[in-house]
């Protein structure tokens, strides 16, 4: 009934006894006659009270110590705290995953800060870490040359021998002692051999 | 100074505390602590569904009220302005949450659904859980549309007044009355078997 759908718009404030006694009289006289408004009135009654009536949540235990902590950081940082949102709601697997990763890239970090491939010199050259030359990213073939063993495999019979042996078991050395035609040629086969591996790297 | 307008053994309007933490007195935060932060934090868990987010930005609410106390005049009530402050941060929440929603699993509507579905069969002439109708009503709640719920919120669960209201969130009262009401009969229709 259109009727029910005008007078409804004041129910609201009838159920709070918030209507002029005009307003409130021409409700009651529809009410008497339409049952399914009333019985609207009477849900909308007992919806009134069970909202009201609502359980209350409280704050954590750690509420205000959580909070001392957020004022404390945002006065070293200076700007609000809130924890981008990302970190709610999510996945429940997302979290492992995240840590993981973060193991996975920390063990990694650590492999490459204790490798001896750090060179330093490099840092003197180029006062940015973030900038390299290219040739900085190429393998420096002419400035190494195999070691003594060259690249050859050592016969199975001297292998425990050649390992005692640092000088002879080092891959490549920095060259420049002496030139000769037959360290040429070891330089060379070494060219060849390690463009197997090394990927060239080009911008 | 800090106290001066307080009579011996008067509790501290709101608004006393405030001035007195605008001059300084650290305390008198403390205390405007533990008197909103359950009262915000009902407010906000309703609006989000979430008691994890709510508790985090019922914190950020007070980090807020705490670097911008000097912002605060005494022209207006304090409880509406600090309500302003909760409601701006949910109702950014609700945003962000908006554009994450694919990739949140949790999202309401997933909830709705699994309702929608069991509420088929509710029978009301079974056990009377209040824990598990509050639930139910939440829900509903929840299907709200933002505006809707923030005024069914603030009227019916914190029993502020429709004046407050209308200041919060900065609408005119008559605003605030009709989406009240339409609020109401949309929730009325939604637990008619609860109800």
Redesign the interface.
């Known amino acids: 009934m259109a009727n029910c759908n005008r007078i409804s718009d004041l129910f609201s404030e009838y159920v709070e006894n918030d209507l002029s006694r005009d307003d409130a009289a021409k409700v009651q006289a529809h009410l008497a006659a339409c049952p399914s408004c009333k019985e609207r009135v009477d849900q909308l009654t007992a919806l009134r009270q069970r909202l009201t009536g609502m359980h209350q949540i409280k704050t954590t235990d750690d509420f205000d110590l959580v909070l001392r902590a957020r004022i404390q950081m945002s006065k070293k940082i200076g700007r609000p705290t809130l924890l981008p949102q990302f970190f709610y709601n999510r996945p429940p697997l997302f979290s492992y995953a995240m840590a993981t990763a973060a193991v996975l890239l920390l063990v990694f970090a650590g492999s490459m800060m204790l490798s001896p491939q750090g060179d330093t010199s490099r840092n003197s050259a180029n006062p940015s870490p973030y900038t390299f030359s290219k040739s900085q990213l190429t393998f420096p073939f002419d400035r190494v040359r195999p070691a003594a063993g060259g690249l050859k495999r050592p016969a199975s019979s001297d292998t425990a021998k050649d390992f005692t042996q640092p000088a002879k078991t080092s891959v490549v050395e920095l060259a420049g002692a002496d030139s000769t035609a037959e360290q040429d040629a070891r330089r060379q086969r070494a060219r060849r051999a390690m463009k197997k591996y090394v990927i060239p790297v080009s911008f | 100074m800090a106290g001066e307008k307080e009579i011996e053994g008067a509790i501290p309007t709101d608004e006393d505390l405030i001035e007195r933490f605008q001059n300084g007195d650290l305390y008198a935060f403390?205390l405007i602590?533990k008197r909103y932060?359950?009262q915000l934090?009902?407010f906000v868990?309703?609006f989000l569904n979430?008691?994890?987010?709510a508790?985090?930005?019922?914190?950020?609410t007070?980090?807020?009220v705490?670097?911008n106390r000097h912002a605060y005049r005494r022209v207006a009530k304090f409880s509406t302005w600090i309500y302003t402050i909760a409601g701006n941060?949910a109702r950014t929440?609700l945003r962000?949450?908006k554009r994450?929603r694919l990739?949140?699993?949790?999202?309401i509507g997933i909830e709705n659904k699994d309702y929608e579905i069991s509420s088929d069969d509710f029978n009301p002439e079974a056990h009377v859980d209040?824990?598990l109708?509050?639930k139910v009503?939440?829900r509903e709640i929840n299907r709200l549309s933002p505006k809707f719920r923030e005024v069914?919120i603030l009227r019916?669960?914190q029993?502020l007044s429709y004046e407050e209201i209308a200041t919060i969130l900065r609408v005119p009262i008559g605003t605030v009355?009709?989406r009240?009401?339409r609020a109401?009969?949309r929730?009325?229709e939604r637990?008619?078997k609860?109800?």
């Open positions: 403390d602590v932060k359950d934090l009902n868990y309703r979430n008691q994890e987010q508790e985090d930005i019922v914190q950020e007070f980090l807020r705490y670097r941060l929440e962000k949450r994450r990739f949140s699993l949790s999202d209040t824990l109708h509050d009503i939440q069914i019916d669960i029993n009355k009709s009240v009401n109401r009969l929730l009325q637990l008619k609860l109800l």
